[in-house]
């Protein structure tokens, strides 16, 4: 077990070096000459030359692809061009935001849908399945703008209930200013959500061993609750954990529309803001993240399922 | 009879409603199972037997499955009426079930010893240790070794059979009074299924259970049923008495099932099957005499002396990953160390348990897998490292059919396409046109209507399917042919048909066979000299005649006595006697 | 899974009540900035919004007077204005005695020192670091004797050497200082009025490092208590601030407005300052509603809830006493040609193409009609405008326009490829250019869009990338050489002059205007220029345009300004009022 | 008699579910709604003006006008053509790539495997949001950047679906088979095994199409997207500031032509896999 942790952490360093790959592409092959944009509207020439050599751009392309992969490896990302602040400070404090609202939501909505897609399993064919079915669908059929643009404008304007934008640091004081966004995110992922854990929980439904369950006289529930929940979960384990990076990163419309200051928001503003270092920190810190993540989904499977022995 | 029958099905009919119609899967079906009695119900697949014993579980899917006629008493109380409550009281508790397929039939994420306590917990109101308690003297009952640390295990973490052991502990946890097992057998390997026969029977004795055994083949049951149910096209055909049944069956299907199944001694020359007794319309028709008679192969002299395959020493490994970087630590030898010849027109039959090695050893011969030393000499010529065009040309030579008729033939391909697909390859035939002249000619040969031949594989059943497969391979009018465990997936009636049906083509075309299966009987019937195999090793090796008569080996020996003993009861003359 | 639901249950619950009381005790000051704030290095605050945030902790020598229009310089940290040589070239200041600057731990024992003359010489120096690379150098490019010499010494070195004395900056006593200028700067002193030359301390920027924009220390009227970059700074009023009294006097009609309730009371008004951080128009608008915040720059999309028919406020807005404050901004909108493109040489076609844009269509789509339409570089509200003057080229004249077009060799735009502009990629941009390719292709001119961000339209423009592009421009200070440099030669791209204009009797006016100081005669020298490159369209002139805003009726003593730096410490609170009013809310 | 494919059965039996019928056709609708636009049979005058700036919906403008007085409706016209073209662009890009190099892994697993499965984690594990903003943004904003965009993005959950597929299907029998009379590995995995996979690309392409043109909206909105044509997304990008006038139809008019055509897709991905995938055959 240990030798596979290490040996999956080790697949890290293949995979930092294809991220630098596409951010060093991107950012530093095709993307033009941010010098223009540091200085301002009344930058000189010289300053522009100068400023150049300062941030090693003149420097033959390995050598700045060896300074992607270095911070890619050191974590050490420079000060962001726009805000000039340290970037991995930013990253400490964009984190809490982003996750004060992903967390609660993510948690929420991967319960709720797990207990509905249970119901609707449970009752497969019928009626309600097939509305609970249409629901899902029809609700990822409306585009992710107009739920932000209604709920802000409707609940937080019209009815008052939540806070309209913005951010307290600390417990509670956050609460009212997540819940809104939160919400949305929650209405936002039940669908697909129920959606891939009702097919998952029918496929478990039709094998033969739920059949040698119904053959040993359980009941209904206890087979669906028991017997099928625990060999679904299998799965499921796998498409929540590797969604968990995610949220690291924070939801990039709702945290710019509820003005949250999490990560989501830093990075669309970078993008916005042709701040380069900080999208490469971005991506990089994503990656590490989703990789440590896939290791951690494939340690549970283990638990989960105990025909899976890690080498 | 005095005493009511335990359960008694009357006039059952069940219907299948699907979008593309309704299929009656049981027609208006009635037998009785009384108390303590075991009773067979045999019948090929899709006969309706299996439905029939889950109508009786009340298991059929509802709502595609309806039963617009019929009752079954259990105890004279009718289950198709009971509600889910009443039914869930029942099952487990009073009828109990077995599956075929013990690998997906238990629940993988739980230990065995759970699965079976929580049967008892549900329906015996005990507490947990005690139901733990039961569950070891269970399991022990069933001859597992070790209860208490088998009992922790996954059921990934044992053998077939032992699964199956552990399905049957969990279907007698309740004391039921009726046991149905459906195909309980069929998927375990010839040494097990006579052990877990021999389980069932002593435990229904023990325990004095009734017990529903559903099979399609007959000589399984003919130690254990009392009374023997033959199913066809969804009626019942025949029922009687297990002894009657064997020795004076009434119905030309039954006689054809008993018929089929080859013989370890003596067998015809072509097996019987179902066909020679009935007409397609159901009619009886007389067989001819002929076909019984003993036919003897060792009698037949060898057209020639020239060794067409030889192998020598042959070793196929794999590697086993390890280490940091997942390297190759070792290796796991699947042939080790094999030898022998097989002349020309022959066939070689090779018997073994399934990881023997055995289908490794026929796709090394055909270099479908790189073998890692040894040589094989094909007509004289070293073919172990031919490469490329070589061994294209080879392939034209050499043709190999497969185990599983379902997986071997692709499923959006036509039959026409399967079959001119290795004249493309090898440029055989001026014109399409051509080739599907000679793919009609082999279709017809092997017994398929040729108007078919624009359909896929999905149109046909795995008989049928299994011809196309021989046909495949006849294309290249190879001289060797690889016939890997190719009618083990088959019910006996059919099996029957194909073993003719390669014996028939192997005289027309002389054709040298490596007839690979895990049957004995089988082996013994078609083949000339036979080979047991046993972990990657040949043990023995010899005539058929001689290694059935005179086994040197303990291992053997163990696979002889696995083979049902049902058709000893009959014989054939007793079945054309009328 | 159950133990789950009451903590869902409780989620909801606090959500909902956890609305907090308002505080009417203190005099709290709720503002919105629009904008990100990079921080608080005075050398870096390229924009209005950063200059806001670094005006309520800093000062500079001199500040724009709140009231007074045309905008005035006074001193602020200077004592007085500066003596100035005959020839315009020797500066001498002097400084406030006993200005303090806030109490950090970077002084000896964390108290506040005062501000002396080596204060203002570090400044500067700072700003022309190599180092830095600050976004003010152009202020002093050029400007000071020796400091462009020090700073290419410099550029090789590790750090560079701030104790060198330099020419141009010199130390005279404690408080007093003299630069001395390469040439005639008359903007000089407005640059000291900029958030560029806002005085630091240099042990606060030895300590922080590069931290420093995050650990403001100045000798401003507030204190940063809280700086959370993307969501809100607080600001708690400097106890220590030195004796600054409310100004008594200011433009015609301030008066009436009741602007001088405050006169004569020390300054800052207000306890605390909450900035929001607000990006998205609609949560603006929506806090400004719950009056959680006092004054709002009125977002263009809720320009018609706000306003009726361009003019007046929504009566329901003014029934909770919400204000309307309007005024022309000194900016001007333009769409430039690129003059280095062959097609642009041609003035027949930059006529034509002005001549069809419907400017009274677009200024009501965009500006809601309260736009002047600009006749050429000069703002109203500068020397050098002259509201006679009407360019003939400035109006809606489609027969004209398809005229010259022909003239230009391109009858009915036959033979003329398209042409793209390069725009931002916010909403109203991509709306204007749709709009003006529609009134293009009236006349046959086929117009696409280019979509940027803002970093890549400056970048297309200093690369000289680009056929048009459409921008702003606001004055950097109230004088008009701001606006005619962006036609000056010399500046070309990568500088400040983006179309690559090059008009040879323009650029000699120019260069004899600037070494002038504000009199009429330079005014003059202005109005020929603007009008003399109005008739040649280098440019197709857009509009000046006009700031809304609204405030709430407790918000006191607020005027428009282009300067809004040092505006905030002006600023009051009536607490009666507001918990009266809010209940409407 | 007559004969059927696996193809044909399944298609026999969407036809017979009344909804994916449906969902057919509205797919097929917006198809032929955007190839007549695209050929400039209809649509072609969207930026006409025909009528006064912002008037509400009528008889006469289905979904009113918008600040310039064109006619929303056929700006939705023309915004179909785009959302089906991203979503047939995105296709095109991605199919190819994800098909061959998840096909090419899956049979020859080794080092090539080991290259591909690097390449597609790498792209995974930069969120997709940020790779399609970043590539639109260098590329130069426009269609083109967006269907490269998108297509870069959408291949690797091909490639993956199809790699672990084909592995399946080469241990197969009939793949055996087909090397048994001398197929070579071209013929074992393209002409046997991708016919066998293909339920793969059309699922996953059903769906994907609406994730693109999910994708198109948001990048739109973000100023990335298309331009100089109007698109779904720029029109609720312009009603986010129309909104507050009380001009609603932009907004109402490009949810609603977004929705039935995701909602479509969505219903009809659903269908394909229920009738298409073998596993969940006989359910």
């Given at each position: 077990m240990t030798r596979y942790i290490i040996r999956r952490l080790l697949y890290l360093i293949p995979v930092l070096l294809g991220v630098s790959l596409i951010i060093f592409v991107l950012f530093n092959v095709v993307a033009g000459d941010p010098t223009a944009v540091l200085l301002g509207k009344n930058a000189t020439p010289r300053q522009m030359q100068e400023l150049r050599e300062q941030l090693g751009l003149n420097k033959p392309l390995f050598a700045q692809y060896l300074d992607v992969v270095r911070s890619a490896f050191t974590f050490d990302f420079g000060r962001s061009w726009s805000s000039k602040q340290e970037i991995s400070q930013m990253l400490r404090q964009g984190a809490y935001p982003s996750l004060c609202l992903t967390i609660p939501a993510f948690v929420i909505s991967t319960v709720l849908s797990l207990v509905i897609s249970l119901g609707v399993a449970f009752y497969r064919g019928k009626g309600i399945d097939l509305f609970v079915r249409f629901c899902c669908i029809a609700g990822m059929s409306v585009s992710a703008l107009a739920y932000i643009l209604f709920f802000q404008y409707f609940f937080a304007f019209k009815l008052g209930w939540f806070e309209i934008s913005g951010f307290e640091f600390g417990f509670p004081d956050f609460v009212p200013f997540i819940a809104l966004p939160a919400i949305i995110w929650i209405v936002l992922s039940i669908g697909p959500d129920v959606r891939f854990f009702r097919t998952v929980i029918l496929d478990e439904i039709y094998q033969d061993y739920v059949r040698t369950a119904r053959a040993k006289g359980l009941s209904e529930m206890h087979i669906l609750l028991k017997h099928v929940l625990r060999n679904a979960m299998i799965p499921i384990i796998t498409y929540v954990v590797i969604q968990i990076p995610f949220l690291i990163l924070g939801a990039l419309l709702l945290e710019n529309f509820f003005s949250i200051p999490g990560l989501g928001g830093i990075t669309l503003n970078a993008l916005n803001s042709s701040d380069f270092p900080v999208i490469k920190a971005m991506a990089i810190l994503s990656s590490v993240v989703y990789i440590v993540f896939s290791l951690i989904s494939d340690i549970l499977y283990t638990f989960a399922d105990p025909r899976v022995k890690l080498k | 009879m005095t005493t009511s029958p335990l359960l008694s099905v009357r006039n059952l009919v069940v219907d299948f409603h699907t979008s593309e119609g309704v299929t009656r899967a049981v027609n208006n079906v009635s037998f009785d199972i009384p108390a303590g009695k075991t009773i067979g119900i045999v019948g090929e697949s899709g006969s309706g037997k299996s439905v029939t014993s889950l109508a009786v579980m009340g298991l059929l899917q509802k709502p595609a499955a309806r039963v617009p006629q019929g009752e079954i008493l259990l105890n004279g109380q009718d289950v198709l009426k009971f509600n889910d409550d009443q039914l869930r009281r029942i099952r487990g508790n009073q009828i109990s079930m077995i599956f075929q397929e013990p690998m997906t039939s238990l629940n993988p994420v739980f230990k065995v010893g759970e699965q079976i306590a929580e049967a008892l917990r549900v329906h015996k109101k005990i507490s947990k240790k005690e139901a733990w308690e039961k569950t070891l003297h269970l399991m022990n009952q069933v001859g597992i070794p070790n209860p208490s640390a088998s009992a922790?295990?996954?059921?990934?973490?044992?053998s077939g059979g032992q699964k199956q052991r552990v399905m049957i502990a969990m279907a007698i946890s309740c004391d039921p009074k009726l046991l149905i097992a459906d195909e309980p057998t069929t998927a375990l390997d010839v040494t097990i299924q006579k052990q877990v026969l021999d389980l069932l029977f002593r435990l229904q004795q023990e325990y004095h259970m009734s017990m529903m055994f559903i099979t399609h083949d007959l000589g399984v049951i003919g130690d254990i049923a009392d009374d023997v149910v033959v199913m066809y096209r969804s009626n019942v055909v025949e029922k009687n008495n297990a002894k009657h049944i064997f020795t004076t069956a009434q119905h030309p299907y039954t006689k054809g099932l008993l018929a089929c199944r080859p013989k370890l001694g003596a067998n015809p020359k072509r097996l019987l099957t179902v066909s020679d007794f009935m007409t397609e319309t159901g009619e009886e028709k007389p067989v001819s005499l002929a076909k019984i008679e003993v036919f003897d192969k060792e009698t037949v002299p060898d057209k020639s002396d020239e060794v067409l395959l030889e192998v020598n020493n042959l070793i196929t490994q794999f590697p086993i990953k390890g280490g940091f970087f997942g390297r190759t630590v070792d290796h796991f030898k699947a042939v080790s160390d094999v030898s022998f010849k097989i002349k020309k027109g022959k066939t070689l039959g090779l018997v073994g348990e399934s990881g023997c090695g055995k289908t490794t050893l026929g796709r090394s011969i055909l270099r479908l897998v790189e073998p890692a030393s040894g040589s094989i000499i094909y007509g004289g010529k070293d073919i172990t490292h031919v490469y490329a065009e070589e061994l294209r040309l080879l392939r034209r030579k050499m043709q190999i059919i497969f185990q599983d008729p379902y997986s071997s033939l692709n499923p959006r391909m036509t039959i026409t396409e399967i079959l001119t697909e290795p004249l493309n390859i090898h440029n055989i035939g001026a014109s399409k046109t051509e080739r599907i002249d000679m793919a009609r000619a082999l279709v017809d040969r092997v017994g398929l209507k040729v108007a078919q031949m624009n359909r896929y594989p999905h149109e046909f059943s795995g008989g049928q399917r299994q011809r196309i497969c021989i046909a495949r391979a006849l294309m290249l009018k190879p001289e060797f042919v690889v016939c890997d465990e190719s009618v083990s997936a088959l019910d006996v009636s059919i099996q029957a048909q194909v073993l003719n049906l390669l014996l028939d083509l192997q005289e027309e075309f002389s054709l040298t066979y490596l007839f690979i299966s895990h049957d004995l009987s089988v082996v013994n019937f078609i083949a000339d000299e036979v080979g047991v195999m046993y972990a990657g090793k040949i043990i023995e090796m010899d005539k058929a005649s001689r290694i059935y008569q005179n086994p040197k080996e303990e291992y053997t020996r163990t696979l002889l006595s696995a083979i049902p003993k049902g058709e000893v009861k009959s014989s054939l003359s007793s079945l054309v006697h009328k | 899974m159950k133990s789950l639901m009451p903590v869902l249950v409780g989620l909801v619950l606090l959500t909902i009540g956890c609305s907090k009381e308002r505080n009417f005790d203190e005099r709290e000051l709720h503002l919105i900035s629009p904008e990100k704030i990079a921080g608080f290095d005075p050398i870096h605050g390229s924009d209005l919004y950063s200059a806001n945030e670094m005006g309520k902790v800093y000062e500079g020598l001199y500040e724009f007077h709140p009231f007074k229009r045309p905008y005035e310089l006074v001193p602020n940290l200077a004592e007085s204005l500066p003596n100035v040589s005959a020839d315009g070239l020797t500066y001498t200041f002097v400084v406030k005695k006993g200005v303090l600057f806030r109490d950090s731990p970077v002084f000896k024992d964390g108290l506040g020192r005062e501000l002396s003359a080596d204060d203002v010489l570090y400044t500067l120096k700072r700003l022309a670091d190599p180092k830095l690379q600050a976004k003010g150098w152009w202020l002093l490019d050029d400007r000071i004797l020796g400091l462009n010499e020090w700073r290419e010494k410099n550029a090789p070195l590790e750090a560079s050497n701030y104790d060198e004395v330099i020419e141009g900056l010199k130390k005279i006593d404690g408080y007093t200082l003299q630069i001395k200028l390469k040439k005639p700067y008359p903007q000089f002193l407005y640059a000291l009025a900029m958030n560029y030359t806002f005085i630091v301390a240099k042990e606060a920027v030895e300590h922080y490092g590069k931290e420093f924009l995050n650990y403001p220390v100045g000798t401003g009227p507030f204190l940063l208590d809280k700086f959370e970059q993307s969501n809100k700074i607080v600001y708690i009023k400097n106890p220590k601030f030195r004796e600054k009294l409310f100004p008594s006097e200011g433009e015609e009609g301030d008066e009436k407005q009741g602007l001088f309730a405050d006169a004569g009371k020390k300054i800052p008004l207000v306890d605390k300052i909450i900035v929001d951080i607000q990006v998205e128009s609609q949560p603006k608008w929506l806090l400004f509603h719950k009056a959680k915040a006092d004054l709002l720059e009125i977002p263009k999309d809720n320009f018609d809830q706000a306003v009726v028919g361009g003019a007046d406020l929504a009566p329901e807005l003014k029934g909770k006493g919400i204000r309307l404050i309007k005024n022309p901004m000194l900016d001007v909108t333009f769409f430039a040609f690129n003059h280095e493109d062959p097609l642009f040489k041609n003035v027949k076609l930059r006529q034509a193409m002005s001549l069809a844009w419907d400017r009274g269509e677009a200024n009501k789509l965009f500006y809601n009609n309260t736009a002047i339409e600009a006749q050429s570089v000069i703002p109203p509200g500068l020397g050098g405008y002259r509201k006679e003057f009407k360019n003939p080229f400035v109006k809606l004249d489609l027969e004209l326009a398809k005229k010259l077009l022909a003239e230009a060799g391109y009858p009915n735009g036959k033979g003329l490829p398209e042409i793209t502009i390069q725009t931002r990629n916010d909403t109203i941009s991509r709306n204007t250019i749709e709009h003006f390719s529609k009134c293009m292709n009236k006349i046959g001119v086929k117009v696409k869009i280019g979509v940027n961000t803002w970093p890549e339209l400056v970048n297309k423009v200093t690369k000289k990338q680009h056929q048009m592009y459409t921008m702003a421009w606001g004055a950097d200070y109230p004088d008009a050489e701001n606006f005619l440099g962006l036609l000056f030669c010399p500046n070309q791209s990568p500088g400040s002059n983006g179309s690559n204009y090059c008009n040879p009797a323009f650029d000699e006016l120019f260069r004899q205007s600037t070494i002038l100081q504000d009199t009429p005669e330079r005014s003059a020298f202005y109005e020929k220029m603007n009008e003399m490159v109005a008739l040649d369209v280098p440019w197709i002139f857009g509009f000046n345009r006009t700031k809304f805003y609204l405030s709430h009726a407790w918000l006191k003593n607020f005027k428009y300004s282009e300067y809004t730096h040092t505006q905030f410490q002006y600023l009051n609170v009536d607490l009666e009022v507001k918990k009266e009013l809010s209940k409407k809310f | 008699m007559k004969t059927n494919s696996l193809w044909k059965d399944s298609f026999k039996q969407l036809a017979r579910d009344k909804i994916s019928l449906i969902s057919l056709l509205i797919v097929l609708f917006y198809a032929l709604v955007a190839i007549l636009s695209a050929t400039g049979i209809i649509a072609a005058d969207w930026s006409k003006e025909v009528g006064g700036s912002n008037l509400p919906p009528s008889f006469e403008h289905f979904f009113g006008t918008d600040f310039l007085g064109r006619s929303v409706f056929i700006k939705l016209i023309r915004g179909t053509q785009i959302a089906m073209s991203v979503g047939l662009a995105t296709s095109l890009i991605a199919i190819p790539i994800g098909v061959v190099l998840g096909a090419v892994a899956g049979y020859f697993g080794g080092w090539v495997d080991d290259l591909i499965t690097w390449l597609y984690t790498t792209f995974s594990s930069i969120p997709n949001i940020m790779l399609l903003i970043a590539i639109t943004m260098i590329l130069g904003k426009g269609l083109f950047a967006v269907y490269v965009a998108l297509g870069a993005t959408s291949w690797v959950n091909l490639c993956r679906l199809i790699r672990g597929e084909v592995m399946k299907h080469k241990e197969r029998e009939y793949v055996q088979a087909a090397g048994a009379i001398g197929g070579g590995h071209f013929r074992k995995l393209f002409i046997h095994i991708l016919p066998n996979v293909t339920h793969i690309v059309i699922i996953n392409t059903s769906l994907q199409f609406q994730v693109a043109i999910k994708s198109e909206v948001i990048l739109s909105y973000l100023g990335l997207g298309v331009q100089g044509e109007p698109s779904w997304g720029t029109m609720i990008d312009d009603a986010k500031l129309e909104l507050a006038k009380g001009v609603w139809w932009q907004l109402a008019g490009a949810t609603l032509a977004m929705f039935f055509i995701v909602l479509a897709f969505n219903m009809l991905g659903d269908a394909l896999r229920d009738s298409l995938d073998p596993k969940l055959k006989g359910k």
């Open positions: - | 922790n295990k996954y059921p990934h973490e044992m | - | -």
